[in-house]
């Protein structure tokens, strides 16, 4: 078992920052891929950024050059840095990790960006 807990969500204004950690405990030796969500209500959760074990990142179109997504291992953390936030990046962001062949999710944290 994983467990996925984030905070960091919040209000800011457009053109802010906020910076979301995901703090994993459990089977973390386990965990091989990491990354961050988003859902807007009556949409499908997309993917925002993910993080491999070596490092790979990914970053969806909308949100490249913006956001940066780090993982601490040492500290069992993981980190999404958002930078020049837009209005449409208003969502529930939700951390997930991969491991033991299964995915895990924390319960999310709002971001709201105001125009």
């Known amino acids: 078992q994983v467990q996925l807990v984030e905070s960091g969500g919040g209000l800011v204004q457009a053109g802010g920052s906020l910076r979301l950690s995901c703090a994993a405990s459990?089977?973390?030796?386990?965990?091989?891929?990491m990354g961050w969500y988003r859902q807007i209500p009556g949409k499908e959760r997309e993917a925002v950024a993910t993080i491999t074990d070596d490092g790979t990142t990914f970053y969806v179109d909308s949100v490249m050059g913006r956001f940066t997504i780090s993982r601490d291992n040492a500290k069992n953390t993981l980190f999404l840095q958002m930078n020049s936030l837009k209005p449409e990046d208003t969502a529930v962001y939700y951390c997930?990790?991969?491991?033991?062949?299964?995915?895990?999710w924390g319960q999310g944290t709002q971001v709201t960006v105001s125009a």
């Open positions: 997930s990790a991969f491991a033991r062949r299964r995915d895990y």
């Open positions: 459990g089977a973390i030796s386990s965990i091989s891929f």
